[in-house]
């Protein structure tokens, strides 16, 4: 089961381009494709919203959180960046909470996925940086608000960026991406073991 | 009316004349002096904020390390060596590197915070959290997205970590605030890890026992240039 997270959404436009280029527009248009290029390799997949509305990051969350075995992809379009590339990101380090019973609390629903997502990030980034020259070749680390809760192998994909005078520059690489994304995550796929008791022993 | 009179009142009012005449170069003069001294003053405020505590302390120059985009593209930070009088007082210092990070570099592609960004206050909790409370266009002026963020929080923390060994991880305000994220993308609600080796993330990878190295007072080395001067007070 892939959880497909296309970012922001209804009253939030995330990143806006000069040409009036809207983030949450295209990410809606790009999940679509990555959705089928997904099916093709076999899975399963949801979306966190398929119209203009903007759930909450919790809410976001709460859907991969609810299925056993998920995998979590936001996708954006920055405002900054070298256009036609491409940057998957992880989550960095999670400072830990206090003692907690083994269990864990909702901010830190990532820790016990960190290591995982780093690889199906590196798996994802890999595959990209094959396809957009100029793109890194490896996962990044940053403190992403959507991944923090996400209690999976959790992903985002950043797209440069809407700053672009044409919208059909931005579209053209979409393919690309949907099938780069659709790769990594079926080479991730073997490594895949859900951690067993999230936050218990280490 | 008396000749006499009339003849006096002429050559009183050409003096006049003339007096008005040479006078009106020196009043406008002075005038252009104090049209850019204010355009000046404004640019230099910030500056002079992060030189607060020299003036009663006669805080020797340090190269302070601070941390902007390495290129336009916003992809990497590169450390930039300034002269700074840091104070010895970690709260002190840390606003003076932050002023002088939210003044920006010499070259104004390579900003990491937007320019209209001010810093409002700054704490330091006795356990190490440093305390940044920064004005509402830290996040209004920001370019949203993971990247443009991210790269803003970083400049901030390794800013700080190179600088001020005292501060352990940070939390970052808006306006008095806290916010679940800067401009939509990268988390502000936890705070974040600034000098590591004093203060291990419990969930990182466990690494073999590193040696915990205290904080050192001068993580800068000592001026290297011999003839810079305490700043003089405008």
Known sequence: MVVLDPAHGGTDPGARGAGGLRESEIVLDLAAQVRRALESQGFQVMQTRSGNDNPSFDDRSSIANAQHGAVFITLHIASTGIPGTVRTYAMSDLAAPAATDGLIPWE????????????????????LALQFKGSPNNVQLAAVRQLRTTAAPAIAVEISSVLIQDRADLDRMMPGVAD????????FRPYYVTPVSPGGQP | MNPRWRAWLI???????????????????????????????????????AQEAAANASAPRVKAKLFWAANPDDSSLAPVMVDLPLSDDPVLRAKQVL???????????????PPDAELLAFYLLPDGTGIADFSETLATSMPSGIQSEQLAVDSIVQTLAANVPQIRRL?????GQEVDTLAGHVDLLEPFPVNTKTAPAPFAPAKPAAVQTPPTTAPAPASANPQAAPPAKP
């Open chain 2, 171 to 175: 939390k970052i305000l808006v306006h």
């Open chain 1, 180 to 187: 780069a994304i659709a790769r990594g995550v079926a080479v």
């Open chain 2, 11 to 49: 050559a009183a009012l050409a003096g006049a004349v003339l007096i008005a005449a040479l006078y009106f170069p020196v009043l406008r003069k002075r005038v252009r002096q104090q049209a850019r001294s204010a355009e000046q003053s404004e640019e230099q405020a910030r500056r002079e904020l």
């Open chain 2, 99 to 113: 002023n002088t990070l939210l003044a920006g570099p010499v070259d104004t592609d390579l900003r990491t915070l």
């Open chain 1, 108 to 127: 830190f629903a990532q820790a016990p996925y960190l290591e995982l997502s780093r690889k199906l990030g590196n798996e994802v980034q890999g595959q």
